[in-house]
């Protein structure tokens, strides 16, 4: 199984970065935030305040990274504002 997440800007238009997964029970938006990316959260992780979206829909801070690579396995994570 892969044990990289690469992140997609998508106002950029690029690749951010790509990181290695350590942990797969971390939530993703924690794993980011790690990484020293600025995720927006007001809810801390809660699930509320729809802030931490990537890709479209999906709340970073209820994924867990290794649910995102086995459910996800070719997509990057995309960052609407980075
Ligand atoms: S951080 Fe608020 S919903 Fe994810």
């Not at 990289?4 to 980011?32: C, H, N, Q, W």
């Not at 790690?34 to 509320?48: M, N, R, Y």
Request: proline share 4%; glycine share 12%.
């Amino acid at each position: 199984m892969r044990s990289l997440i690469r992140v997609r800007g998508l106002a950029s238009g690029k690749i951010v970065g790509e990181y290695e997964v350590t942990d797969p029970g971390e939530f993703l938006m924690f794993f980011l935030m790690q990484q020293g990316l600025p995720i927006a959260s007001s809810c801390a992780g809660d699930g509320v305040c729809k802030k931490c979206v990537v890709n479209g829909d999906r709340l970073s801070c209820q994924i867990r990274v290794g649910d995102w690579l086995r459910d996800f396995p070719d997509q990057d994570v995309e960052v609407g504002y980075l």
